[in-house]
């Protein structure tokens, strides 16, 4: 891969691999050299604004001062903290972190350990005074998932998937009363998208820093942590068509949270109650984005070897966050002791 000249006159003397690095499916991302050190270089997906690096830099400036470790912004020749390319696409660079990232969790020890990074970066945000700049609208919010999925069912009648969209559409509206709201509980500083591969561990297994900062935001911390639990608990990923929630991971992973978060985080009650019902709300949410999706097929990406078309595609991956969702209500009354012992 080519620099575009802009990145190149922003960052002078700057050099990338020709492989892209690690885990990621949204940005395109390099590791590379500028003043002889390692830097991580990415393109960041037109989705995010270049605002988002206001938020990162108020973030991770925070951490630091924390002493935790983290990626920083590094600036550009006259001091900004990004750069847009010919096609208005912003590029960053990173410091980078030494780490391996991974995509899946491999057992409940390294679950305790990843529980623990995000604890002990929920605790250092908790005196953070900032306001996002980069705000997604629609995140978390229930009702809005609601009316995208009611609209899409109207507006696509005779679509070849229509009658089985509109089944399990059914059994996923009809849960309502057991999703819980955006404002449930006060909103916390959260990091956004806390699937595996966006923490780094070090050789020896433990957490070392969360990457992948476009998605920092306020929100209830149940939705944050409902997101964690719902995909490092199901850990045969989100193409399964009969996932079931993994009961030792999700209490590994509290127990490291807790661990992480000791003597900076202090939850309320109601944050605590909400772990097994965040986690159904999540996975419910998903289901409903993917259903919306199977008939609208325009978002996310799919799978043509495994799939006749993105409508399929979608369509079983709703199945399996419905069938998690629906294995989080059968575990409930457990999932609710595991979260009491361990937080
Ligand atoms: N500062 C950093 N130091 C070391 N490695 C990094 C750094 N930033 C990112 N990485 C590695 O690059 C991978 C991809 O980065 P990132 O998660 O930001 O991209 P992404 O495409 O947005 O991912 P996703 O598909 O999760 O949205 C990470 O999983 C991690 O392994
Ligand atoms: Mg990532």
């Known amino acids: 891969m080519t620099l575009p000249p802009e990145v ?9 691999e020709p492989a892209p690095w690690g885990i990621g499916l949204i940005n395109l991302t390099r590791r590379g050299q500028l003043d002889g050190k390692t830097v991580i270089v990415q393109r960041v ?8 690096h206001e938020d990162i830099e108020a973030v ?3 951490l630091a001062r924390k002493g935790l470790v983290t990626p920083r912004l590094v600036r550009t020749r006259s001091d900004a903290l990004s750069v847009s390319d010919v096609e208005g696409r912003p590029w960053r660079v990173l410091t980078f972190v ?7 969790v491999s057992d409940s020890s390294h679950a305790e350990r990843a529980g623990a990074v995000v604890g002990r970066f929920h605790a250092a945000l908790a005196d953070l005074e900032h306001t996002y700049v980069h705000v997604r609208q629609g995140v978390h919010d229930l009702p809005f998932r609601m009316r995208g999925l009611g609209r899409a069912l109207d507006a696509n009648a005779g679509h070849r998937l229509h009658t089985e969209v509109a089944r399990l559409a059914e ?3 009809g849960s309502e009363s057991e999703l819980v709201g955006l404002g449930c509980s006060a909103h916390r500083h959260a990091h956004g998208d806390l699937k595996i591969s966006n923490l780094l561990f070090d050789e020896s297994g433990e957490g070392v820093t969360l990457v992948d900062l476009d998605t920092l935001a306020r929100m209830p911390w149940p939705f944050e942590i409902g997101d964690a639990l719902r995909s490092w608990c199901n850990p045969h990923g989100e193409d399964v068509e009969a996932p079931a929630i993994d009961e030792a991971i999700f209490e590994a992973a509290l127990h490291g949270w807790a661990r992480g978060a000791a003597g900076g985080l202090a939850l309320d009650q109601t944050e605590r109650e909400l772990v097994p019902a965040g986690v159904f709300t999540i996975a419910a949410e998903l289901a409903m984005r993917f259903l919306t999706d199977a008939l609208e097929e325009s978002y996310f990406g799919w799978d043509p070897r495994r799939f006749p078309s993105r409508g399929e595609h979608n369509l079983a ?4 966050q419905w069938a998690l969702a629906r294995s989080v209500r059968a575990a409930r009354s457990r999932l ?7 937080l």
Do not use: C, M, Q
């Open 317 to 320: 991956r709703a199945r399996g």
């Open 171 to 173: 059994a996923v509206l």
């Open 60 to 62: 991770t400036a925070h």
């Open 45 to 52: 997906h037109p989705a995010f604004a270049a605002s988002v």
């Open 98 to 104: 030494a780490g391996k990232s991974t995509d899946r």
């Open 336 to 342: 609710e002791a595991a979260a009491r012992r361990a």
């Open 8 to 16: 190149i006159e922003a960052y002078p003397g700057i050099t990338v």
